[in-house]
């Protein structure tokens, strides 16, 4: 029995990932899929960003340009490298044990130099647009950074909206983890990229994955599995905005010419999404 028509999962894949996403969704809209329309939607790191956007029910050109906290000065993350260079090192070799790992990884978040929480946070409310929860069902995944288990946030968490998506977005290293009700909270793609399982009762299922091209499809069709929707449409980005791209998912220099390429790459994207988008509610 499929309890929910259509699911959208969105996956992790850097600021140049959200910025492909938002372009992708805006040149789906404007050919007539509104992914915003989702019965629920699963955002994992910066896929949470653009989740959040989308269940608001907010245009995603918003995202055409990157968007600064009120009173920035647009001063870029605090990057520990030597934090990010250990936390690579543990993920590279997580397989035989992938629990140990983010643990450990966890402990590199909480040791790392990054910041304050409250300036990721400001960054993120201002790129999401909205104070408050959606209406619409949103599922944003988090890793607690001590247990290096993993928690879900949504409408009825009492999460702040923003610490939320700042939480699922702050990857060791690079941002710092959050405090929600006194735990600490990491990026949510240290599990999963894209978390599809989450999606599982729908009917339709779309998971769009900015990584795609960059790590093994194994994990992915475990979670499609999981989910086990009747019809399933993944989107990954094409040559053309993998070359967009570059070669670094966390450089704001490519954030405008990968939102380019998804609102290109958007066209080819309608025709194989549309008839599973727009396939009236039904049970199996």
């Given at each position: 029995?499929?309890t929910?028509d ?6 992790a894949?850097g600021?140049v990932?959200?910025a492909?996403?938002a ?11 509104d992914?915003g329309?989702a019965d629920?939607?699963?955002?994992t ?6 989740g959040?956007?989308?269940a608001a029910?907010?245009?995603?050109a918003?995202?055409?340009?990157p968007?600064?906290?009120?009173g920035?000065d647009g001063?870029?993350p605090q990057?520990?490298?030597?934090r ?10 997580a397989?035989?044990?992938?629990a140990e790992?983010?643990?450990?990884v ?10 304050p ?17 959606p ?8 890793l607690d950074a001590?247990?290096g288990?993993?928690e879900v946030?949504?409408?009825?968490s ?7 998506v700042?939480a ?7 941002y710092?983890p959050i ?8 990026d949510?793609s240290?599990?999963?990229?894209t ?5 599982a009762g729908?009917?339709t299922?779309?998971?769009i ?5 960059l790590?093994?499809r194994e994990l ?8 086990a ?12 905005s993998i ?5 670094d998912?966390s450089?704001?220099?490519a ?5 380019r390429?998804?609102l290109?790459q958007?066209?080819d994207a ?5 008839p ?8 199996d």
């Amino acid at each position: 029995m499929h309890t929910l028509d259509r699911a959208l999962a969105l996956g992790a894949g850097g600021p140049v990932g959200a910025a492909w996403m938002a372009g992708l969704a805006c040149g789906l809209r404007r050919g007539g899929v509104d992914l915003g329309e989702a019965d629920l939607i699963v955002g994992t790191s910066t896929g949470a960003i653009v989740g959040a956007v989308l269940a608001a029910g907010q245009d995603p050109a918003r995202l055409a340009t990157p968007v600064r906290p009120a009173g920035s000065d647009g001063t870029p993350p605090q990057v520990d490298g030597h934090r990010l260079g250990e936390a690579f090192a543990v993920l590279r070799d997580a397989a035989s044990n992938p629990a140990e790992a983010r643990r450990r990884v966890g402990r590199i978040a909480l040791a790392a130099e990054t910041g304050p929480e409250q300036a990721h946070v400001a960054r993120m409310r201002a790129l999401v647009g909205a104070e408050r929860w959606p209406d619409r069902k949103l599922l944003i995944t988090v890793l607690d950074a001590e247990t290096g288990e993993q928690e879900v946030f949504d409408r009825a968490s009492g999460a702040p909206l923003a610490s939320a998506v700042a939480a699922s977005t702050a990857f060791p290293g690079i941002y710092p983890p959050i405090t929600i009700d006194g735990r600490r909270y990491m990026d949510g793609s240290l599990q999963s990229a894209t978390n599809a399982r989450l999606a599982a009762g729908a009917r339709t299922l779309v998971v769009i994955d900015p990584q795609a091209h960059l790590f093994p499809r194994e994990l992915l069709h475990q979670e499609l599995a999981v989910a086990a929707a009747h019809t399933v449409v993944t989107i990954e980005p094409d040559p053309a905005s993998i070359h967009a791209f570059g070669s670094d998912l966390s450089d704001r220099a490519a954030w405008e010419p990968a939102y380019r390429a998804g609102l290109r790459q958007a066209a080819d994207a309608v025709g194989r999404l549309s008839p599973a988008w727009k396939t009236g509610s039904g049970t199996d």
